[in-house]
C-alpha cells in the first residue's frame, strides 16, 4: 500500500520553534519537569551525529538499551570504560549532591555524559535528553535541524514521592494501557502509579439495587474463585510482568484493595460479610470472618517465593467508611492497625488514605513506617497527622481530583492554578514547610464513579496527560517559574512533548493519507501494539469518498485495539462505532450504488459525521437517569479516538482517505 505517513508534532514544533536559535531558552532547556541547575556552554551537538549509547557499569544496561529505543539515531549499545564521540556515556559515580535521583547532563561537541549514583538518576537523565531533543529544531539559514546546545545540567527532585492514582475498579483498563502510562510516567519522571483494583458504582443508577450495582476485583485469584471481575481482570503473570517492567522504567506500581468500604466485590462474592447497617458496599466490622477473608486475600498476592505484588508498598486502602457508630469506629482503627502490621509481615510499607480524623476514637494507630494519602482534611487533619509523625502524600481532592464527566470535582484539572499555586507542601488548605521531612511527595487520582457515562480509555487519558505533566513539574521542581511568562512558556512546552517516544495514547502522531483505503490490510506496521497504539486523537478530521457496495451488519472500516469504526454497525447496520464496551451509531445508513465524500469530525466532547460537506449528524453526550429518577440525571459520553491500525473486509471502494489533526 503506497501511503504518505505524516508526524503531527513535528509540524507544531517546527512552527512553534521558528524563530528559536541555538542557545538556551532563558536558560532553560525544553522540557517538562524544569531542571534545578544549568551552566550554558558554547557550542552545539547535531542530534544525527550521535551514533551509539554506552555505559560503565552493567546496572544502567536497561536504561541504555532504552535511551537507544527511543532516540532513534543510535543504532547500538556497549559496555564501555569512557565516553567516546558521537556517543552518549551514561556512568555510575557516587555524587552526595545528586541523591539517588538525582543526575548530572554535560552535552559537549565530542561526546554527551550522564552522571549518576543510580540507574533511576541515569533514566532521569536520559529523559530529559529526550525531551531536549524532541524540541530541538532550530531555524539555521532557513533550514531546520537538530541542534542541542552545550552546557551541563545538574537535576533532582524536591520530592521523592511523584505519581498518579488510576480506578481501575470502576473502569477497566486493559494492561496495554497500563504498560503505555507507565512509560509516559517515566518520560516526565514520575516514579509512582498506584492502581485501585476493586471498587463499585452507585447505587442510585442500578434501580438502588446493591444486587445490580457494578463492583469488580480486577485480579485473577486461585483462593477465591468467582471474586474476579468478569467485564475485564489482569492475571498474576501480567501483573508481575507490568511491575517488572515499570521497575526498568523507574516507576513504582502500588497495587490497592480497598476496604472495608468500597467493598462491593467482596460483599458481592460473598454476601455474609457485608453490613445490612451501612451498605452492601461495607464489610461488616463486627463479623468475625472479615479478617480472616482479608488475611487470605493479602497472603495470595503478598506472599510465596515468588508474590504477585513484589514492589515495596501495598495500600490498604481504608477509604470513607462510615463513623455513625463510636464502636465501629474503634474497630475500624482496630482494622487498621491490624492490615498494617500484614502488610509489614511481607516487608512492605502500609499505604492507607487518611481517615483518622474522621473515625475518631481510642485505638492508637501508630504511624511508624507507614504512609498516609492525605485527600480530605476532614477525614485526617493534616497537621494532626503530622503531629503525630505519619509520612504523607498530598492527594487533596479539591484540587488533583479528576471523575470525569460526573458534574463535580474536576473533568479537567485547573492545569494554570496548580501550576501556579500548588506543590506538595498544600493539602487542601494547609500549607507546609518546603520540602517537609513528612511529606514525601504529591500525587493526582482519576476516579471513574460514573460507571455508565460511556467514558473511553482515551478520554480518560485526555485528561491524565496534562494533569500528569503539571504534578511532574510541581513534585519535582516545586519553585518553578509561576508568573504569567512562565505560565505561557511551560504550557507552549507541554504542547510540544505529548506522550513521549514509545507511545501515542494521545494520539498525536498518526496522520494518513491514502490514495485508496483497502480492505482487510494493516494501515501502520509499527513496534508492538503494547507501546504503540495506532489512531489520531482530538481534535481530528477523517474524511473519505465511498462508492457504496450492500455491507452486511458488522462491517467494519477501521479497527484497532481500543476501538472500532463500522460502514454497518452489528446491530442495526448503521455508520457507527464501538469502544470500551459501548455501540454507538449515526442515524445514518450506506445505500448501494452512491458515491458521497464522508467526513467525521471528533473531540472530545462527540463527533460530527458529514455527506458531501453538511452536516448529518452531531453525536454528543447523551443523558442517562439514576434510578428511574427523571430530574436526577447523568452524562454518557458518545465519543471516538479513532482507530487507523487494520483496515476490515468491506466490499466499498474507498479513496482519498485522509486523518489529520
Known amino acids: ?18 524563530i528559536v536559535n541555538c542557545q538556551w531558552i532563558n536558560a532553560q ?31 544502567l544496561k536497561s536504561v541504555a538499551d532504552y535511551l537507544n529505543k527511543a532516540w532513534e539515531n543510535t543504532n547500538s549499545t556497549s559496555l564501555q570504560k569512557k565516553g567516546s564521540a558521537n556517543a552518549i556515556f551514561l ?31 541515569a533514566l532521569w537523565g536520559a529523559q530529559t535528553l529526550l525531551q531536549m531533543k524532541q524540541t530541538s529544531f532550530i531555524n539555521s539559514g532557513g533550514v531546520y535541524k537538530r541542534l542541542l546546545p552545550c552546557g551541563t545540567i545538574t537535576d533532582k527532585p524536591d520530592y521523592p514521592m511523584r505519581g498518579m492514582m488510576l480506578d481501575c475498579g470502576r473502569k477497566f483498563f486493559p494492561m496495554s ?44 485469584s486461585d483462593l477465591f474463585p468467582g471474586l474476579t471481575a468478569i467485564d475485564g481482570s489482569y492475571s498474576k ?27 462491593l466485590a467482596f460483599t458481592h462474592f460473598r454476601p455474609s460479610l457485608g453490613s445490612e447497617e451501612f451498605g452492601a458496599d461495607h464489610l461488616n466490622l463486627r463479623n468475625p470472618e472479615v479478617i480472616p477473608f482479608l488475611d487470605s486475600l493479602y497472603s495470595e498476592y503478598l506472599g510465596g517465593p515468588d508474590p504477585v505484588f513484589p514492589g515495596p508498598r501495598f495500600h490498604i486502602g481504608t477509604d470513607e467508611y462510615s463513623n455513625k457508630d463510636s464502636a465501629i469506629c474503634e474497630r475500624f482503627r482496630e482494622l487498621i492497625v491490624h492490615l498494617c502490621n500484614t502488610v509489614k509481615s511481607y516487608g512492605k510499607q502500609p499505604i492507607f488514605w487518611g481517615s483518622l480524623t474522621h473515625a475518631k476514637g481510642v485505638t492508637p494507630v501508630p504511624s511508624d513506617g507507614v504512609m498516609m494519602s492525605m485527600w ?44 501556579q499555586n500548588w506543590d506538595p507542601s498544600r493539602i487542601g488548605k494547609e500549607r507546609f514547610q518546603h520540602q517537609d521531612p513528612l511529606i514525601d511527595g504529591g500525587m493526582f487520582a482519576v476516579w471513574n464513579d460514573m460507571t455508565k457515562n460511556g467514558i473511553s ?28 511568562v512562565g505560565w505561557e512558556k511551560w504550557t507552549n512546552f507541554a504542547s510540544l512533548l505529548g506522550d513521549g517516544p514509545l507511545t501515542d495514547e494521545i494520539g498525536h502522531k498518526s496522520m494518513v493519507q491514502l490514495k485508496e483505503l483497502k480492505p482487510n490490510t494493516t494501515i501502520f506496521n509499527g513496534q508492538s501494539s503494547i507501546f504503540n497504539i495506532h489512531q489520531i486523537g482530538y481534535p481530528y478530521n477523517v474524511e473519505f469518498t465511498i462508492e457504496w457496495a450492500d455491507e452486511k451488519p458488522g462491517t467494519v472500516l ?39 465524500t464522508l467526513g467525521l469530525k471528533g473531540d472530545n466532547q462527540g463527533i460530527s459525521l458529514f455527506a458531501d460537506g453538511k452536516l448529518v449528524e452531531r453525536l454528543k453526550p447523551d443523558v442517562g437517569y439514576k434510578a428511574n429518577d427523571k430530574k436526577s440525571t447523568y452524562k454518557i459520553m458518545r465519543t471516538l479516538v479513532f482507530p487507523l491500525q487494520q483496515t476490515g473486509n468491506f466490499r466499498s471502494k474507498i479513496t482519498n482517505f485522509k486523518a489529520n489533526r
Request: glycine share 6%; hydrophobic share 35%.
Open 177 to 220: 494501557y497500563l504498560y503505555s502510562l507507565v512509560n509516559i510516567l517515566s518520560y516526565y519522571k514520575m516514579n509512582t502509579l498506584q492502581l485501585h483494583l476493586n471498587d463499585n458504582g452507585f447505587k442510585d443508577q442500578y434501580n438502588n439495587d446493591w444486587n445490580e450495582t457494578q463492583a469488580a476485583f480486577r485480579m485473577e
Open 558 to 596: 477501521c479497527t484497532s485495539e481500543r476501538s472500532t469504526f463500522y460502514l454497518a454497525d452489528p446491530v442495526k447496520g448503521m455508520l457507527g462505532f464501538s469502544r470500551d464496551g459501548y455501540l454507538f451509531n449515526f442515524r445514518y445508513r450506506g445505500k448501494a450504488g452512491k458515491r458521497e
Open 91 to 121: 556512568f555510575m559515580k557516587p555524587d552526595k549532591k545528586l541523591g539517588d535521583e538525582g543526575y548530572r547532563l554535560s552535552i559537549s561537541p565530542k561526546v554527551i555524559t550522564i552522571q549518576a549514583t543510580t540507574a533511576k538518576g
Open 1 to 18: 500500500m503506497t501511503m504518505k505517513l505524516k508526524t503531527t508534532l513535528f509540524a507544531l514544533i517546527i512552527f512553534q520553534l521558528s
Open 457 to 484: 480509555v482515551g478520554d480518560v487519558h485526555h485528561r491524565a496527560l496534562p494533569a500528569i505533566q503539571v504534578i511532574a513539574e510541581k513534585c519535582w521542581k516545586a519553585k518553578a517559574d509561576t508568573t504569567e
Open 376 to 419: 480530605y482534611n476532614g477525614y485526617a487533619d493534616p497537621r494532626e497527622m503530622h503531629k503525630q509523625g505519619f509520612h504523607m502524600i498530598s492527594i487533596p481532592d479539591g484540587l488533583v481530583y479528576i471523575v470525569p464527566a460526573a458534574g463535580y470535582y474536576y473533568d479537567y484539572l485547573n492545569i494554570k492554578n496548580l501550576y
Open 29 to 59: 532547556p525544553l522540557c517538562i519537569p524544569t531542571v534545578q541547575e544549568i551552566t550554558p556552554a558554547q557550542g552545539t551537538v547535531e542530534v544525527e551525529k550521535i551514533a551509539t549509547v554506552t555505559y560503565d557499569n552493567p546496572e
Open 237 to 263: 503473570k501480567e501483573m508481575r510482568d507490568l511491575i517488572r517492567y515499570a521497575e526498568t522504567m523507574g516507576v513504582e506500581i502500588i497495587p490497592e484493595f480497598d476496604a472495608p468500604a468500597h467493598s
